[in-house]
């Protein structure tokens, strides 16, 4: 078998690797290839819930599942569920998710996609930001979970 097929091999088995953990294993690998830092900042609406910053070059992995744990209610919780529950019962469709913000731009600077869901932390297995300089803006590639393993 040649060596480039046993790379492709070894990433398939390292897939189903993840796949076989069940949900919880299901991570994505966030990907900064910009000539900058940003910043993923996990909000529930418009409330800033937590920020990764992340250098030029490097990632982060984030879990689709333990974001949504750590900043929904259960209603499990006492005390502070009920709390919980009256700040979020006003719409049920605010959701967490990830804001893509870049820290070395100005406000003149356009973003073609700020948004990540959970949905696309759970559907992709790679999101890659980078920066489209004929555009002039930060865009996003995401590469889908392989499904055959």
Not at 108 to 117: D, H, L, P, T
Request: aromatic share 10%.
């Amino acid at each position: 078998m040649p060596d480039l097929g046993m790379f492709a091999l070894i990433r398939c088995l390292n897939g189903c690797q993840d796949h076989a953990n069940g949900a919880s294993g299901l991570r994505t690998r966030i990907w900064n290839l910009t000539d900058r830092p940003i910043e993923l900042q996990v909000r529930v609406g418009s409330i800033l819930k937590k920020v990764h910053t992340l250098k030029p070059g490097s990632s982060k992995k984030l879990n689709s599942k333990s974001i949504y744990k750590a900043y929904m209610p259960d209603g499990r919780a006492a005390g502070n569920a009920e709390v919980k529950r009256f700040l979020y019962y006003y719409d049920e469709g605010c959701q967490p998710y990830l804001w893509i913000h870049d820290t070395g731009g100005g406000f003149s600077r356009m973003v073609k996609q700020q948004y990540i869901s959970l949905e696309d932390l759970r559907d992709y297995s790679e999101i890659r930001i980078y920066r489209d300089h004929q555009r002039g803006c930060i865009s996003v590639r995401k590469k889908p979970r392989a499904d055959f393993c």
